[in-house]
């Protein structure tokens, strides 16, 4: 794998093509997704969870090593933080889990959940200028899709 500054310059340039080629602003998020699982080479699994008005949440989309058909959402304390538009990292199960919300209208619309294996990746402070980076630049772009 490469340095984590050229990983992260390299899903910037992906990311910032996945606006070019959006189709809508479902195939705009989804495609975010798919370059920050392509790029990480697998090693990062990533899911989309939409929220309705009444606060359901459902699972969207997932890019992951395994085709799990059951992946819930964490439904502790953290996730309740990322709702109410924290970046949140915590720990669990021996892997490092990134919520990411987008929050549009007041309300939280999507949660981005990145789940990073620790052998395989160490979170620093240039990750969470990263996800502050990405979820900026969804409320920037996205706007053209509404």
Do not use: W
């Not at 090693?43 to 969207?60: D, S, T």
Request: proline fraction near 1%; charge should be negative.
């Amino acid at each position: 794998m490469n340095n984590k500054s050229d990983l992260l310059d390299e899903m910037r340039m992906e990311i910032g093509l996945s606006y070019d080629y959006a189709k809508n602003r479902d195939d705009f998020i989804i495609r975010i997704l798919s370059a920050i699982h392509d790029i990480s080479n697998g090693c990062a699994k990533v899911h989309l969870y939409g929220f309705e008005r009444n606060g359901l949440k459902r699972l969207i989309h997932h890019f992951d090593s395994q085709n799990n058909e059951n992946i819930q959402p964490d439904t502790t304390g953290y996730q309740r933080l990322a709702e109410y538009g924290h970046l949140v990292v915590t720990e669990r199960n021996g892997q490092q889990i990134f919520m990411i919300p987008v929050i549009e209208g007041g309300r939280i619309h999507f949660l981005i959940e990145i789940i990073l294996a620790d052998e395989h990746y160490e979170v620093t402070d240039e990750d969470f200028i990263f996800a502050e980076e990405l979820v900026h630049f969804i409320k920037a772009k996205g706007r053209r899709f509404q």
